[in-house]
């Protein structure tokens, strides 16, 4: 059996220290891809295992669910990178508002058009790591 931690104190530092890193990004005068990218997916990331944290926290889960937990979280992670990247995105362009934007609007939709492959391999790589779970538990147990 699997159980699913609540969240404590951690997960609230967590997400302060991811607010004051976002705070420190929109301020800065950078159009770089790869911030973007990687505040986006951390948001994504934060996001769903908040949710997850929220709606199923304390329960018990049989081994065999593993596999299918990491397909469902990882292309939630996914689905929501790509949105939370666009939306970033949108954001700086909004606070800073200059002449020329920092993210143009066929970026923005570049990023988007990603969005489907991200959730293709975010669920993928939830699958390799539930499978990779599944087996580490089936180790320890024997």
Same mark, same amino acid.
């Given at each position: ?6 969240? !404590? ?10 607010? $004051? ?11 770089? $891809?790869?911030?973007?990218?990687? %505040?986006? @997916?951390?948001?994504?990331? %934060?996001?769903?295992? @908040? ?14 669910? &593993?596999?299918?937990?990491? $397909? =469902?979280?990882?292309? &939630?992670?996914?689905?929501?990178? !790509? @949105?939370? $990247?666009?939306? &970033?995105?949108?954001?700086?362009? =909004? ?11 066929? %970026?923005? %939709? =570049? ?32």
């Amino acid at each position: 059996m699997i159980h699913i931690p609540t969240g !404590g104190r951690n997960v609230r530092l967590l997400a302060i220290g991811y607010g $004051i890193m976002l705070f420190v990004w929109v301020t800065l005068e950078d159009n770089a $891809i790869w911030p973007v990218s990687l %505040l986006g @997916l951390g948001l994504a990331i %934060l996001i769903v295992y @908040l949710t997850i944290i929220d709606k199923i926290n304390g329960q018990l889960f049989a081994v065999r669910w &593993l596999p299918f937990i990491g $397909i =469902a979280s990882g292309g &939630l992670i996914g689905l929501t990178a !790509g @949105l939370c $990247i666009t939306g &970033l995105m949108f954001f700086k362009n =909004a606070v800073h508002a200059h002449v020329f934007l920092d993210f143009p609007l066929g %970026l923005m %939709l =570049a990023m988007l058009q990603r969005t489907p492959s991200w959730t293709a391999v975010g669920a993928l790589l939830g699958l390799g790591s539930g499978l990779g779970w599944m087996a580490f538990m089936a180790e320890k147990n024997t």
